[in-house]
């Protein structure tokens, strides 16, 4: 998976958004499937030319279900990852919850999945 990513943009929002995009696929898919373990690997493109590649801000992460139900213990308070959506209308969407791990604890939780 890619996300784009500009040239201009600051190292550390660079490295920041391929992590967001890494704990948002994986917690995700174990909010919506039954997959124990899965690994991600992010590697953004270029914004202003989508078929060129950052391979030097790749990152790929094993990751199973005990270890991300550990890190919304620790930073949600809850081991439930449907808390990580809300209904709105008919749909469902990330709630605020989603938005601990991939914003305000970023760096944080990536460090714990890492571990």
Do not use: C, H
């Not at 784009?4 to 704990?23: G, Q, T, Y």
Request: overall charge neutral; hydrophobic content about 35%; proline content about 3%.
């Amino acid at each position: 998976m890619s996300k784009p990513i500009s040239i201009k943009d600051l190292e550390d929002v660079k490295n920041d958004i391929v992590k967001r995009d890494i704990v948002y696929v994986a917690f995700q898919t174990f909010a919506l499937t039954d997959v124990n373990e899965l690994t991600v690997t992010a590697v953004p493109s270029e914004l202003e030319n989508q078929k060129k590649y950052f391979d030097t801000y790749r990152k790929s992460l094993k990751i199973d279900r005990e270890k991300a139900r550990f890190v919304l213990k620790k930073y949600i308070g809850t081991e439930n990852f449907q808390s990580l959506y809300k209904m709105e209308g008919t749909i469902w969407i990330p709630s605020d919850n989603f938005s601990v791990l991939k914003f305000e604890k970023l760096k944080d939780v990536f460090e714990d999945l890492q571990k």
